[in-house]
T-cell receptor
Framework: KQEVTQIPAALSVPEGENLVLNCSFT??????LQWFRQDPGKGLTSLLL?????REQTSGRLNASLDKSSGRSTLYIAASQPGDSATYLC?????????????FGKGTHLIIQP | DAMVIQNPRYQVTQFGKPVTLSCSQT?????MYWYQQKSSQAPKLLFH???????NEADTPDNFQSRRPNTSFCFLDIRSPGLGDAAMYLC?????????????FGPGTRLTVL
């Protein structure tokens, strides 16, 4: 059974700092891993999907890495802005390819102080 | 734009009064999911349709049912809502076998039970 853990649960940093969010998963036989953003009371916005054949994926100021052997993924946010304040969720496939659904971590609640 | 649409965005119901939540998609994806997210918790998979095949999670209460009349639409029926069913309900889709099953989420329906 896939289990996903995210550390830290909450993070508050001044604007402009670079930061790293951590995600670990127990079943490394996955084809991909997704990072999502969730604003208060809203749905999920997909940020990045890393395929198992990739080690990194970048979108703008966001960079996600995946290390299947250690069961870890990180989301790096460069030059943080107040608009980055949200909850960031990591999700791994419950089984293999992911068509059976995702297992989510509880998220990291991020606050960027102006 | 291709997307996942959920209606209504906010639903208020009374204890024990049946309620139906709707999800539609213009992505022509063959897999559709329903997740439940309670306050400050990770989204949890309730069930999913792989094409026409219904896949229920073992711990999904019998109170929750789903219908998929065609590829585009999927419904979540809660037969007798209890106070503990108050949550955000998230619909997601994917095309199996493509881009490693990236999942696309709708904006969610927030259910309040009085």
């Amino acid at each position: 059974k896939q289990e996903v853990t995210q550390i830290p649960a909450a993070l508050s940093v001044p604007e402009g700092e670079n930061l790293v969010l951590n995600c670990s998963f127990t079943d490394s036989a996955i084809y991909n891993l997704q990072w999502f953003r969730q604003d208060p009371g809203k749905g999920l916005t997909s940020l990045l999907l890393i395929q198992s054949s990739q080690r990194e994926q970048t979108s703008g100021r966001l960079n996600a890495s995946l290390d299947k052997s250690s069961g870890r993924s990180t989301l790096y946010i460069a030059a943080s802005q107040p608009g980055d304040s949200a909850t960031y969720l990591c999700a791994a496939p419950r089984r293999g390819g992911g068509a059976d659904g995702l297992t989510f971590g509880k998220g990291t609640h991020l606050i960027i102080q102006p | 734009d291709a997307m996942v649409i959920q209606n209504p965005r906010y639903q208020v119901t009374q204890f024990g009064k049946p309620v139906t939540l709707s999800c539609s998609q213009t992505l022509n994806h063959n897999v559709m999911y329903w997740y439940q997210q309670k306050s400050s918790q990770a989204p949890k998979l309730l069930f999913h349709y792989y094409d026409k095949d219904f896949n229920n999670e073992a711990d999904t209460p019998d109170n929750f049912q789903s219908r998929r009349p065609n590829t585009s639409f999927c419904f979540l029926d809660i037969r007798s809502p209890g106070l503990g069913d108050a949550a955000m309900y998230l619909c997601a889709t994917t095309r199996s076998g493509s881009n490693y099953n990236e999942q696309f989420f709708g904006p969610g329906t927030r259910l309040t039970v009085l």
